[in-house]
């Protein structure tokens, strides 16, 4: 536990880990706003979490993972509207969606998934005692603001100069401001909104105070670990932390993770530029494990650039340690032990997926070598069963992921089988011909001392 490196946007730099509880870690990552279907940009916050929710876990901790959906929010009524449903059909309709996209993906679900809409008790003590403590007011609209200059560590995370901020905030400015910097903690309700009572009469919460009011009801005042997009530590995070710490007066998150953003043609994929690509897009031309190996070749806080030449390049990476995963199954039964040290290494290291995933692929060759060898390749393969089954990755049956690639496992053995019949009958010119037939279609053969593999190349 002792050995973990991360680096804490905070402190802007990497830091031994050590967890507030022995043994416990609670760890709480921003989710989604659920108007619409989620895309690569997601896909990425979203497998950089269950890789360092995973890794905690084998790191022996207990992990207590909280991650949000944000339920009530302007696009949200403005989508239901447009589609003419009620808000609680299209919100469910699209955590299903959620739910399907990440269950491809092969991440785990979090120990907890709270709704805004029902923590608005929470958020209403928040504010509460936000206005009681002098860093909140009422103003003349009715709606309830934070007033930023009061707390004094505010621009902390993001680095950015209170004097040179402008108002961050997803609702129209508010001119009855104090000061420009401050932000809606509770808006009045306009017609044909959904609303909660509350002391300063119906309405409903800004977007900031959820996260706040959501991470310390079920982690408490303090806990390990915030985690999100880098495009949330502006305005999003640095309102929260301004919030939980002066309405709580604990130290709120410890460690806060920021994975990079998902780039196509030198910009940011987002809705709003209108540049991106929804999971079940990308999942209806590559298999799942295709685009989770393509995020996690690239190191969480490094920039992501998206194309289909890079998913190409992770699925011939899953082909390579299919083919080796075929390998061991017929060959032998490969027992999951530990993670070998280099991989433990590089993932204690920030949690350096693209080292651990060379690491893996550096054992498929010598497992191959091994086996070519007929040598003992136990432990190699213990290994390499090991490495995929954290990573996520070579989770599928090894003759079924061919077959999904529009290849023909079982017919590909048969020819195999032929050749081999064809070469003890001496009959050369038709094993020849079968192995010609093969390679037309891409299918390479490899006669070794311990029988003939094949791989597919194009």
């Not at 955590?95 to 998934?113: K, N, Q, S, V």
């Not at 604990?250 to 987002?270: Q, R, T």
Request: negative net charge; charged residues 25%; contains cysteine.
């Amino acid at each position: 536990m002792a050995s973990l490196q991360l680096y804490n946007s905070l402190t802007r730099s990497k830091e031994a880990f050590t967890s507030l509880h022995e043994g416990k870690v609670g760890m709480y990552v921003c989710g989604v706003t659920v108007y619409d279907q989620c895309h690569v940009g997601h896909a990425r916050v979203m497998v950089v979490f269950d890789m360092i929710y995973r890794w905690l876990q084998a790191s022996g901790y207990a992990v207590s993972y909280v991650r949000n959906f944000t339920d009530v929010d302007d696009k949200i009524i403005q989508r239901a509207q447009l589609a003419g449903i009620e808000i609680d059909e299209l919100t469910q309709s699209m955590i299903d969606a959620f739910h399907r996209d990440m269950d491809a993906l092969g991440c785990l679900r979090p120990t907890l998934e709270p709704r805004a809409t029902t923590h608005m008790p929470e958020m209403i003590e928040m504010i509460q005692a936000l206005i009681d403590k002098g860093f909140a007011y009422v103003c003349e609209s009715g709606d309830v603001l934070y007033a930023v200059r009061e707390f004094k560590d505010y621009g902390q995370l993001s680095g950015k100069n209170i004097d040179d901020l402008e108002s961050g905030s997803r609702v129209d400015v508010d001119h009855h401001k104090r000061d420009p910097l401050d932000f809606v903690l509770w808006k009045q309700a306009k017609p044909d909104e959904p609303s909660w009572d509350s002391p300063w009469g119906k309405g409903r919460p800004g977007w900031h105070i959820e996260c706040s009011a959501m991470s310390c009801k079920h982690l408490g005042a303090s806990f390990d670990i915030h985690g999100g997009g880098m495009d949330l530590k502006f305005p999003h995070h640095e309102n929260e932390i301004a919030q939980a710490r002066a309405a709580n007066g604990g130290e709120f998150a410890k460690y806060w993770l920021h994975n990079g953003f998902v780039n196509i043609n030198a910009e940011k994929m987002s809705k709003s530029l209108g540049n991106f690509f929804t999971i079940s897009e990308v999942l209806g031309q590559y298999h799942p494990e295709v685009l989770r190996t393509f995020i996690l070749g690239t190191h969480y806080r490094s920039p992501l650039d998206y194309s289909d030449q890079a998913l190409d390049v992770a699925k011939a990476g899953l082909d390579r340690l299919y083919e080796t995963k075929r390998r061991i199954q017929q060959l032998q039964p490969a027992k999951e032990e530990g993670l070998p040290a280099e991989f433990v290494q590089a993932m204690d290291d920030d949690f350096n997926t693209p080292e651990a995933l060379a690491h893996l692929y550096e054992v498929c060759r010598s497992l191959n070598k091994a086996l070519d060898k007929n040598e003992d390749s136990s432990a190699l393969s213990a290994s390499f069963v090991a490495m995929t089954h954290f990573l996520g990755i070579a989770q599928d049956d090894a003759d079924i992921w061919f077959q999904a690639g529009d290849v023909d496992a079982q017919a590909i053995d048969a020819l195999i089988e032929a050749r081999k019949q064809a070469k003890l009958d001496k009959d050369f010119a038709k094993a020849d011909t079968i192995r010609d037939e093969l390679l037309g279609q891409g299918i390479v053969l490899e006669d070794s001392p311990q029988g003939t593999r094949w791989k597919k190349v194009s």
